[in-house]
């Protein structure tokens, strides 16, 4: 297993060895950046100061952007975020350590979300373009994206499994009603973004289990 690039003080683990741990393992222990997280439990690796600059080793890298990539969905599903600004992310806890002083670049940070985009790191991001989604090349110069602790398809699934549980077939729901009402209190897609919320229900149209109706603003949705 590779080593620090730059030599590591002596009661350190190499980032390798502290990668592995903490992606094997679920990802809360006990760190707390500030008070205004105190709701979220930073991992182990978020106070190892290499941490916040990625690696050249190839495979101290790949560990590296998966303990990211897990970091970043748990915070942001802790906090109920479902996109980032980049500019704006930077300066939150989760770049930036205040107690080691430690923090992420932009540079690194557009490398971590292009890898969450990939196939490898799982489509749990995809960047916002001025015109809207897509994964142009030159998407990440928007500096937003979507953070997909649960993709569309994940999100879809959760609707449907609700529609089913809830006898609401053939009935038709407003997205209000699915995102902001009452009913929808105790459910995960409670809240959830609402263009998040539309493209997730597109993909139940694709797969023929719904029919969206209405004008942008005042949609419902009809499941089969």
Known sequence: ????????????????????????STPSTTTKASASDDAFTFPPIYAFPPFFTLQPNPTTLSSQLLSWSTLIQSYCRAHRLFTLTLVDALSSPLFANPTTGRKLTIKDARTVINWMASPEGGHRAEWITASGNGRAAKGEETGRCWVYWKRPEEWAASLEEWVERTGQRGTVIT??????????????????????????LQL???????????????????FF
Do not use: N, W
């Open 175 to 200: 997205l209000y009603e699915i995102g902001e009402s009452d009913a929808t209190k105790r459910e995960e897609f409670h809240g959830i973004d609402g263009e998040l919320l539309t493209k997730s």
């Open 1 to 24: 297993m590779a080593t620090l690039a730059s030599r590591p003080e002596p009661s350190q683990t190499p980032l390798s060895t502290a990668t592995t741990a903490v992606t094997s």
């Open 204 to 222: 139940c149209v694709k797969r023929g289990k719904a029919q969206i109706f209405g004008a942008e603003g005042s949609e419902g949705v009809k």
